[in-house]
């Protein structure tokens, strides 16, 4: 939830902390996108956390080993992307 009131779905997946609240965000995708968006700490009134862990049971490292592998095979334009929210 916003401090304007607004209320988001999104599985966030990266964070930043800055000096100070401006300063710091997380990154984020919605349900109904995969663009990467992004969204100041100052901007956050509450955070909830709801429904599966997507990360839960996945390592950094098992995305590089994937991200290698298909490099290997001699695959172009590889992005790995995450789980579709339900």
């Known amino acids: 939830t916003l401090k304007s009131g607004e209320k988001i ?3 966030i997946f990266n964070r ?3 000096a100070t609240l401006a300063e710091s965000w997380v990154q984020y995708f919605t349900p109904k996108s995969n663009d990467k968006l ?6 956050i009134a509450r955070l909830e956390f709801s429904g599966k862990d997507r990360a839960a049971g996945k390592h950094w ?3 590089v080993q994937a991200y290698n592998d298909r490099k290997a095979a001699g ?3 590889i992005a790995l992307h ?4 339900e």
């Open 16 to 18: 930043h902390t800055g």
């Open 9 to 11: 779905e999104a599985y």
């Open 38 to 43: 992004r969204l100041s700490y100052a901007e």
């Open 82 to 85: 995450p789980e579709k929210l």
């Open 75 to 77: 695959e172009k334009n």
């Open 61 to 63: 490292e098992d995305w």
